[in-house]
């Protein structure tokens, strides 16, 4: 059993609070992924789970144990660095093997976990090499080799993809989600980058300046947000989100308790002048860039609410510069003054995109 | 290592009884050899007494590790003394007055010293120690060049034949008749040819700002601003004079009795012929010793005190003092040394050597003043910018020195 | 717990120790002779107060002494490094000649100062020295480099700038090729000039190399000992006397201690007030990166 | 940035120039060990001695006890450098890694110790290895150097530079202190460890002053001194057997630099003593 | 006009050609992506086009003027690069000035355009900061201001972005397109990241190895790629390319003489069973991994041609890893032996992906 729970943690630099009374359970067995914007206290809170960081009050449980005063070594924790951290005046080879010989495992022993270590991660051919030798991918896998050939109870990851490139980032990200599925330990992963946020968790932990905002699976996450910070963390672009005031010109009679309007970009439809229906908020609008993504187009519009983006499955639209801007009613998200979600009646998510009665799209060139 | 070093003497000691004794002597080469090999013959000869004999660099050296060790309660029993600084270390406590010592000894014949070099032994009227490797100026000539410019091959005997002699010697561009440094030892024999003394009675006031001293310094800034000789300044001085002597580029220099082996070899490999020569005379012939004298340290116990003077004796006695001048070329500090049969031998064959000796009856004592080191350097200073400068005149050169010395004597 | 907050002190503990036994604690036995008479063997030390710093200031040769040491010390090292760094620049280059190069400028660090002195009291023999040898094919003759008090000091700071150099040169081709190479080009597309580019952009990235340099470098030339000892014993006319020779002749040749050692304290004064003045006002306008 | 062949050859004489400016005067030291007496008087100098007169160093070599002077420098300046390191590393890494009460006093009495010449302080030293017995033995000559403030100063800057995290990744391996500083610190730093050591090594083998003032006996003497009593002669050096006598002094140090030479400026571009 | 024109360029280093005969015309006022994968020449060819690179043969030519020899800081080009080389001992202010002294421009009119350009990017607090204290973003607006000041005719920039995080990334993206939109001077940009490259660019360059594969609009480089590198080089994930023996299976009578046949993963659908249709391939397959990225899903699958990306628009399947991959006939790229692209009669491009006649889709969860 290695469930970790946080309790009351609170962490202190000097006088600034960086983690606040910080109440936490991690499933035995879960992808839990921490984000958050940049010092929201991500890294602090897996240094004090790891035991590199002393917690200023609360305690910390892995399975049945408070391992608050452990010493690191001792938590059987393992950790993959951002910059991965490996040792560069050793070879590969040494690199796993050194916490082994730390723990006094037997030479024999230890030839066994690296040469099966090093099959799983498909480094065998690079024992000998150095860490500068080898490529960002690789020096990537001898960081997760030398945390898994200890056999730890729990996997600690913070940002481990930042410094790799697109492509092999995209790569990692499913060799990861194939390793914690063949380990089934728990992953405690950190990233700021939302996307692998929701593309690997099982489980997302939204942080802001060291509290926690969520707690939810990516999809749940994704279409659920519980406030304004999480609405505008998750997804790219962001969800659009205006004043009810400003809204009001196109949505006179409705949900006058709402402080906050907000629907996601590929939520929005780019449609002809003329068409209008009942059930969706149209907005005259000017398109001010166009991002070509290969299959999908972000537009950055404006209108008498303010700034939008507005993502699009379509053929780019070149010919004009004016559209209007249709959402379903059914897919504005309202918050109130304090920026706290007023869920609606009926859910969003129940209704597929597919079954929504389509306006007639205008057409790329 | 260090360890069994030390036990093994004291094994040696242990085992034979003997009283170990330290001797430390100044440079190397042929004089370092020379020590060694004298405190080896000393140690075959008896066994009562082992002494251990250290080199420990050139004078200063050997003077400031002395004090050192003094400081911290370690000195040698034995040891040298410049000349010059006699009187410092025996006022100052350091050395052992050996009056006593001699007038309880049967063996030792002060009278046979060369009185000549016994100047420096009396400190205050006690005598703190006895001659050993001594030397005095001499005048070297290159006899070839002599020769060529129709001089008399024996050499000047006056500050005026010397004159003569180097503006006969001198060609313009090609040699000088003399090269010499700013050695204070060197005006010491030229203030001591004019009659005059360096420092005053009871060493209280400086005396080389007198007639004498300047007289001395006016000849020389004469004699240097006409080109006839050569003053190279600097502490590696003497070393460039010789190296012109050497190569034929000046006629004569001046230089230790230390040096005639060398000189001489160097005449023969450069192919001329060597001559030595009394320092010119002036009014009187007076010149300095120089080298050093052995001296007993302070505050040791009875039997090393007895051990130390043994030693100091042996290393005197005319046997042994036969022996160092042959090797070293330094001078027989014991008129039965120079009378016996080896060193007669000796001058016949190498009648250069002679001259020095002969001179020893005009050899007159260093200053002992505790701060006479510094005096030096300070007279030194002003005597070089004198010959730099054209405008200063050596009066008042010598009276600026007098000036800065007079205060440290006080 | 308290193993944890003792370790760090137990790590320096050997070295303080080394440090405290062998440099603070002679020196605090330095500054208490210098307010004492003595001559190492008397028993007493008598206490004198402030005389010997008195006696010391109005000492026309010590004042010498300290305008020969900053004399020295400053030149020495305004020299080597601005002819090091021109090197540096010029050699900083790939290829095995430099290699040569750069190995044959550094190699005089290797050689002990005591042969190094020796070599060049030679070499800057006013009649047999090589240099004037050189300098006579070129007509100029019989520059008495060492035994005329115009010419020695600047003589004892060419053998110190021909020592320092090579080790000089090796520090600031280090710093150098630690200067990213594309602000050069950014430099290059703006059109710099190649002077413009030297004092805008080489030398302020190198500041800190020249900082670093410049401290040791003073450190060390107020220290000259060796070279001095050796090649002219302070002379001529106590025109090459610095402070540490100054030092050693009073308290060893001259037998007194207590104003050798009341040097030493003022010796120290100057190199602590000079490093925390440059800490101080330079250190700020040092660009780290 | 195209070179013109003129300046290549301008290029090439000047560096000539440099090397000769440089190495010349060690290779009149060479040819000089190597003449008589008598040539090495001779103006202008020969270049090229006479005849090859090896007995010259074999002169030299026997004027003292040099094999003794050779294994007294061998372990002083190797005992020093061995106690150096293992003073210096842990401190550097004490003052690098760890905050603690007096970090910069004591970082600031090393910096201090950097600016003492050895002449100020060596009779009160002298004085002191008197009362521990150990004056004129080798340990005299190694104690007072077992420590080094430069040492640590840059070995400090390099330790600063290792990242946090590489210490975090042995800790949560379960390495001790100790063994972080054994295997990740010290290999690290091996650049900036082995430039250190060149220059203790050189400035040990060759010093001078401090063997002098502390060693009476022939027992406890290192080279420089074996050399020097060459030049300590009343009258005229021989400057054959010295320079032959300075050859002997400088060939080790010559092989240990040629081997470390290029390890001295990767270790300044990685210190960031720059 | 500064039309850019390389002609005949050769660029060797030592022995290797890292430049193969380039000719290549950028037009004036154009926004021009060089992409490539890493050591590919994009930074040569932008060094050579700066000036700060010789070509071993071959002619530059900025508008009617023979460049090849001029020296960099004649040539009117400004560069931004890619760690900005900021003169770091400088402040802001001097950095934006270093070019104006040098060209001599008088103090007064200096400061005029120093307060333009550093309102224009949003410096104008920051004006007296070093480097240093700047956060990426803002150092690369530096780049920019000190670039954009000396009013060049081209704008040089080789991979400005990649040093910053996803966030700042994406908004520099648009900053620098309307950066380009204002000042309507020509603009080379270099990346390997292929999604910059399709926003941002109004003109493609696709190298390889030193070899020119396409020059192209980035629609056309997305939708007809010349051969198999560019279509595997474009697009996230990358297209899905398998030799036509091993799609035979499914495939059995059509196009004989093609080698390879792709399809992008955004043109797969994920179908039932029992569905099938004439004009479409069909494959079954297993899902290997599902990557939520809110919007969209990525599943990697695999069936008897080998491994697949498919990217789809709909709720994650989640119950069930057995699946049929379906691809339209006219969605099918095929290439012959040496890689190059066998256009086929009809356009893919012509045909809106909305008129296309959908199957049922397999629902999410
Ligand atoms: N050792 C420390 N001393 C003082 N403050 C610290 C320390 N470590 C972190 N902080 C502060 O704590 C806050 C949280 O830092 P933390 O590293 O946990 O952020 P993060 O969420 O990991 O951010 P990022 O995404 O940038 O890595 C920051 O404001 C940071 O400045
Ligand atoms: N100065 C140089 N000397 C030798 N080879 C070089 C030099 N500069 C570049 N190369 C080589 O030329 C090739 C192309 O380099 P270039 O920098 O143009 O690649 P790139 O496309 O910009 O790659 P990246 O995306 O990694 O920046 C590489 O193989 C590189 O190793
Ligand atoms: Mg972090
Ligand atoms: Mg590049």
Known sequence: ?365 | NDEDKASKENKVSADSGRTEITYWYAFGDKIGENNENLVKMFNDSQDEILVKAEFQGGYGDLHSKTQAAFAAKNAPEVTLNEIASMGVFARSGMTQDLTPFIEKDNDINLDDFNPGLMGNSYVDGNIYGLPYLRSTPILYMNVSMLKDAGLDPKGPKDWKEFEEYARALTKEGTSVGMSMPVSIWYFEAFVGASGGDMLAAEDKEVAFNGQAGVEALEYWKRLSQEGILKIPAGDEASAQAAQDFANGRSAMIFGSTANLTNNLAIAEENGFELNTAFMPSNKVNGVPTGGANLVMTAGLSPEKQKAAWEFIKWMTAKEQTIYASKYTGYLPSRLSAVESEDMQSLYKEIPQYKVAVDQLQYGKARPMAEAYPEISTILADEITRSLLERDLSPKEALDQAAKLANPLLQ | MSWIKARPYVMIFPAILVFTLFFLYPIGYMIFLSFHDWNFVSPVKEFVGFSNFTSLMEDAKFLQVLRNTFMYSGLTVFLTISISLLLALWLNKKGAMYGMVQGAIFSPHIISLVSISMLWMWIMDTDYGLLNWFLGLFGITNIPWLTDPKTSLLSLIIVAVWKGIGYYTLIFIAGLQSIPRDIYEAAALDDTNRIRTFFKLTLPMLSPTLFFLTIIGLIGSFQVFETISIMTKGGPINSTNTIVYYIYENGFRFFKIGYASTAGVILLLIIGIFTVFYFKLLGRKVHYQ | MKKNPFWKVINGIGLLLLICIFALPFVWMISTSFKTLGETMTFPPNWIPNQLLWENFSKAWNSGPFLKYFLNSTIVSVGILILQFATIIPAAYAFARYRFKGNNFFFGVTMVTLMIPTQLIFLPVYLQMSAFGLLDSLWGLILPFASSAFGIFLLRQSFKQVPEELLEAARLDQASEWKIIIKIMVPMAKPVLITFAMFSFIAHWNDYFWPLVMTTTEASRTLPLGIAKLREVDGGVAWNILMAGNLILVIPILIIFFFGQRQIIRAFVYTGVK
Chains 1, 5 share one sequence.
């Open chain 1, 1 to 365: 059993m290695a469930e970790i729970r946080l309790e009351n943690i609170v962490k202190k630099f000097n006088e600034d609070t960086v983690v606040k009374n910080l109440n936490l359970t991690i499933q035995d067995g879960s992808f839990t992924v921490i984000v958050g914007p940049s010092g929201c206290g991500k890294s602090t809170t897996l240094r004090m789970i790891a035991g590199l960081e002393a917690p200023t009050s609360g305690d910390i449980w892995i399975g049945d144990e408070c391992v608050t005063h452990t010493e690191p070594g001792k938590r059987n924790i393992a950790m993959v660095f951002q910059n991965y951290a490996l040792y560069p005046t050793m070879t590969v080879r040494k690199n796993i093997e050194f916490g082994l010989v730390n723990k006094k495992v037997p030479k024999a022993e230890r030839e066994v976990l690296i040469r099966e270590i090093s099959d799983i991660v498909g480094l065998t051919e690079h024992l000998d090499k150095k860490p500068q030798q080898l490529s960002g991918g690789q020096r990537q896998r001898v960081a997760l080799a030398r945390a898994m050939v200890k056999k730890p109870k729990v996997f600690i990851l913070d940002e481990p993809l930042s410094n790799l490139d697109a492509k092999l980032r995209g790569q990692m990200r499913r060799e990861l989600i194939e390793l914690h599925q063949k380990l089934g330990i728990t992953f405690i992963y950190v990233t700021h980058d939302q996307v692998e946020a929701m593309s690997m968790g099982d489980q997302i932990i939204l942080l802001d300046k060291g509290v926690m905002q969520q707690v939810d699976n990516p999809m749940k996450m994704y279409h659920d947000p519980n406030n304004v910070f999480t609405a505008e963390f998750i997804g790219t672009p962001a969800m659009n989100i205006v004043k009810r005031t400003e809204m009001d010109r196109y949505l006179p009679d409705l949900f006058k308790k709402a402080a906050f309007v907000g629907f996601k970009p590929e939520h929005a439809l780019l449609v002809d002048e003329e068409w209008a229906i009942s059930n969706y908020v149209i907005m005259e609008s000017e398109i001010l860039t166009t991002e070509t993504l290969g299959a999908e187009t972000i537009y950055a519009v404006r209108n008498e609410a303010g700034m939008m983006n507005i993502k699009s499955f379509t053929e780019p639209i070149t010919n004009t510069k004016k559209i209007h801007v249709a959402v379903a009613y059914d897919k504005l998200y309202f918050f109130d003054i304090a920026e706290e979600r007023i869920r609606h009646s009926y859910s969003h998510n129940t209704i597929p995109l597919s079954q929504v009665k389509k306006p007639a799209l205008v057409g790329g060139n």
